[in-house]
């Protein structure tokens, strides 16, 4: 089951996120390596909506950003161009409790976005990963999404760019 985020729920999401980070450091993969995301960064994701987790037993396995007003960071791409200029979702931090990998859940956050999309009649969902993180670009692919370049983030460090249509989901 997947639901929106809580404050009540941002220490154990901090958690997870230190898992990832210290896999990341012993996979020498140079992602959210520098202080990126933090405690802030969830509380904001939650405030503003966009936080999302999953759960088994009740208890927090995973943790998404989904925004549905798309994200500053896409507004330019190199190396290749987005599918359409139509508004779209993100996703973002996708993070699964250590003890629960290898199981498919990520796919699961990619299913509820599209979902959400639809819903809200947007019928487009982007991604971005680094380049070295090949798991997610694995999970990315595994999920229906197309590579379209390179984008920037904020901290100036670039990152692989994907675009996922919904073109049988138009009314």
């Known amino acids: 089951m997947i639901r929106k985020a809580k404050k009540a729920d941002a220490d154990i999401i901090n958690e997870l996120f230190k898992q990832a980070i210290n896999y990341f450091r012993l996979q020498k993969i140079d992602q959210w390596q520098h202080g990126y995301p933090d405690l802030i960064d969830i509380l904001d ?13 009740d208890k927090i396995i995973g943790y998404s950003a989904i925004v549905l007003d798309g994200d500053p960071n896409y507004k330019k791409i190199y ?20 003890s629960c990998k290898g199981q498919g859940l990520a796919s699961n956050f990619f299913a509820y976005a599209k979902d959400l999309c639809i819903k809200n009649e947007i019928y487009n969902l982007r991604v971005d990963t680094h380049k ?15 590579k379209c370049g390179i984008i920037y983030v904020e901290d100036g460090t670039p990152r692989y760019a994907y675009q996922n249509v919904f073109t049988d989901m138009k009314k």
Do not use: P
């Open 79 to 98: 190396d290749g161009q987005w599918l359409n200029d139509e508004s779209y979702g993100a996703i973002h931090r996708i993070v699964i409790d250590e």
């Open 132 to 146: 070295d993180n090949h798991s997610m670009q694995h999970l990315i692919m595994k999920n229906g999404f197309t």
């Open 45 to 57: 994701d939650i405030d503003n909506g966009c936080g999302y987790v999953q759960l088994s037993d």
